[in-house]
């Protein structure tokens, strides 16, 4: 696999924890969006580790396509233009 699977077309709004540490999915094939849930396994892909700085809401990337993993930076948008996602 060399692209990531598109799990959604919008971020995930989830409330973390200060000081807790997550696991996103960055292939797209989990099925508990945004995290990892061991699926990548053979993938070629990795989850990424973060440790959430403030409790707060956040904004997780879901499309894949972010530069600013795993938060979303935006790139989604491209899906409301040209590109179809394959
Ligand atoms: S959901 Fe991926 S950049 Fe917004």
Redesign the pocket.
């Known amino acids: 696999m060399t692209k990531p699977t598109i799990a959604?077309r919008?971020?995930a709004e989830v409330t973390l924890e200060a000081g807790k540490t997550y696991f996103w999915c960055s292939c797209g094939l989990s099925l508990n969006q945004p995290f990892c849930d061991g699926a990548h396994a053979g993938s070629g892909f990795s989850p990424v580790r973060f440790t959430a700085q403030n409790t707060d809401t956040y904004y997780l990337?879901?499309?894949?396509?972010?530069d600013e993993s795993p938060l979303?930076?935006?790139?989604?948008k491209v899906f409301g233009q040209t590109w179809d996602g394959t």
């Open positions: 959604a919008q971020p990337c879901q499309c894949k396509l972010t979303c930076d935006g790139a989604h």
